[in-house]
């Protein structure tokens, strides 16, 4: 059975910091480019990073650039997202995702959902204000 468990989350002051972690189980996903979106309350679920099955190619949302980082550990078959001086806005269920073999097509569409073909259940991720 093929899953990906995002943890991590939880409740943070602005300004603080969190580490998502996104584990592959049944699925190798050292070959496949992974992403991670949110979805705030009453929102749709938005971009906030990709990166290439290699780590080569790294991609930002504008609203995060700066602030957070994505990074895999393909030996480990884990994605992880630090994100750091978070903010109220970034309140979301954070979700990661990953998308398939085709490469080139991915560099472009990095930031549509239809490019991911598997995804984990979310973690909730609040910042206070």
């Not at 750091?84 to 970034?90: G, I, R, T, V």
């Not at 979700?95 to 930031?111: D, K, N």
């Amino acid at each position: 059975q093929v899953q990906l468990v995002e943890s991590g989350g939880g409740v943070v002051q602005a300004g603080g910091s969190l580490r998502l972690s996104c584990a592959a189980s049944g699925l190798t996903i050292s070959t496949l480019p992974m992403g991670w979106f949110r979805q705030g309350p009453g929102k749709e679920r938005e971009f906030v990073a990709a990166i290439s099955w290699s780590g080569g190619h790294i991609y930002y949302a504008d609203s995060v650039k700066g602030r957070f980082t994505i990074s895999r550990d393909n030996a480990e078959n884990t994605m992880y997202l630090q994100m750091n001086s978070l903010k109220a806005e970034d309140t979301a269920a954070y979700y990661c995702a990953a998308g398939t073999h085709q490469w080139s097509r991915w560099a472009v569409r990095y930031m549509v959902r239809d490019e991911y073909e598997k995804w984990g259940q979310g973690t909730q991720v609040t910042v206070s204000s």
